[in-house]
């Protein structure tokens, strides 16, 4: 596990140690150039001191060096070139030089030469680099040395202090661990850092995400047993019914009203179920591209059989080419058939269901009927659960349209309830552009009945 605060205090001391040595380097460069000044001063002043001296057998005369002078050296020429004097005779010395500053290489080292005339005679005195150079690293060690030597304190205190610093995110953590599901109140935004803040507000949207998820969870759980629990007396009562039948007919009667029930309870426990897998985070389910035109004629052939039993006209309305979007075709099925179904079960006999797929800002499906519609007043209602019209004489689970708005929404669309041209109920969910898979070139075939 990444530790925040072994990074940290990794990366400070990292840094700080990068800056000491760049530090020691400027220091190092800085103290060599001042010694370089005042060397190169040292050696001009030397080799003025030699203006007055008369060289005899290849010795100045009453000349000395002193010990603070050991690392230059001496050396003096006539005007034809004899030398007469060599301080140092064991150093690999630069030859004579043009006169004035200048820096020599002399292949066992570099040296800083200094040269002047006097009296025909040329005065040398020259000095080597490396004794500059150990003087300014010797200035810029003692320079970092310190820092150096502190490191571990500072990494102690930077520990200490970065774990202060993250006291914050632990009191988050205390903060989130004491939340259940039947509290899940905000974290508190006080005395929060400001970096801090974006994190317990994400973690607030979160909980009260997840608050209202438990909630529609249990509000579900509760409409469902309530809902299944007045199907299931209804089939105890009918058995009860049929045991006590006192002929063949009475118990014929009982059973089908029996059968009935059954089935009513076995269709609201499958759009139970249908609703709780289309839910979000019930499991994600791969997409691929749908022909919406030839999901229509599966659905309208697959209600044919249960529209011309009421006499009703079942049928798909000419549509567009451009029908083919991303989406889960299996639950798209569900969608349509849920909106089918109910135009056939409340339009009365004899009425008339189209059923159309267009392009209109995005591809659209709209299911129109001749029924009685929906007042303006209830058409947002019934896409709660469980919801059914007290006016309806029609059976059914109070899903439907739920599910159809659950669909709708994971395929990022939405669904309108109007008034069609059949004088009914227009149902219309309309798909977001950006939901259009126009890469394919399957064109769907339309199909009327």
């Known amino acids: 596990m990444t530790s925040i605060r072994r990074q940290l205090l990794l990366a400070l001391l990292s840094v700080i140690t990068l800056t000491t040595l760049l530090g020691a380097l400027a220091t190092y460069r800085t103290a060599r150039d001042e010694a370089n000044a005042m060397f190169d001063y040292q050696l001009r002043q030397l080799a003025l001191s030699f203006r007055d ?44 030089t043009p006169l004035g500053f200048a820096t020599i290489d002399t292949g066992h080292g570099r040296w800083r030469v200094f ?100 909630q529609a969870q249990r509000e579900f759980t ?56 289309q839910e979000p985070g019930s499991g994600e389910r791969a997409t691929s591209a749908v022909h919406l035109g030839d999901l229509v004629a599966t659905v309208i052939a697959a209600q044919l059989a249960l529209a011309e039993a009421k006499g009703i006209d079942l049928g798909a309305a000419p549509g567009t080419d451009n029908d083919v979007i991303r989406g889960d075709q299996e ?3 569900i969608l349509i058939t849920n909106l089918v179904g109910n135009a056939i079960r409340y339009t009365p006999a004899g009425g008339r269901v189209d059923v159309t797929v267009g392009d209109d800002d995005g591809v659209f499906i709209e299911v129109s009927d001749s029924g ?9 209602r019934v896409f709660d659960r469980f919801y059914r019209r007290a006016q309806s004489e029609e059976a059914g689970s109070g899903l439907g349209l739920a599910i159809v708005k659950t669909i709708a929404e994971r395929h990022q669309a939405t669904v309108h309830l109007g008034e069609a041209r059949l004088g009914g109920l227009c149902a219309r969910v309309q798909f ?4 259009s898979a126009t890469n394919s070139s399957t064109t769907p075939t339309r199909t009327s009945f």
Do not use: C
């Open 331 to 333: 639950a798209l099925r």
């Open 115 to 214: 040269g002047m005339q006097q009296h025909g005679q040329t005065i040398q005195v020259a000095q080597p680099m490396h004794s500059r150079d150990e003087l300014a690293l010797a200035a810029a060690l003692r320079t970092v040395a310190p820092f150096l030597l502190m490191l571990p304190v500072l990494g102690v205190l930077i520990w200490v202090v970065v774990g202060r610093g993250l006291r914050p995110l632990d009191a988050v953590a205390r903060a989130v661990s004491t939340r259940t599901a039947v509290a899940l109140d905000p974290l508190p935004e006080n005395r929060v850092p400001s970096e801090v803040v974006p994190l317990v507000r994400a973690l607030n949207e979160l909980l009260d995400r997840l608050q209202h998820a438990l």
């Open 372 to 380: 009685p519609g929906i007042p303006a007043a209830d058409r947002q």
């Open 222 to 277: 509760a409409d469902a047993a309530h809902e299944l629990r007045t199907p299931l007396a209804a089939l105890s009562l009918q058995v009860q019914l049929a045991e006590r039948a006192p002929d063949a007919a009475a118990r014929a009667e009982a059973f089908g009203e029996l059968k009935g029930g059954l089935q009513r309870a076995t269709h609201s426990v499958q759009q139970l179920l249908t609703l709780a897998r």
């Open 432 to 435: 977001d552009r950006s939901a």
């Open 53 to 96: 001296q008369v060289f005899q057998g290849g010795r100045p005369h009453d000349f000395t060096i002193d010990g603070d002078a050991q690392d230059f050296s001496i050396q003096v020429w006539r005007p034809d070139g004899t030398r007469l004097y060599l301080s140092h005779p064991r150093n690999e010395l630069p030859d004579r």
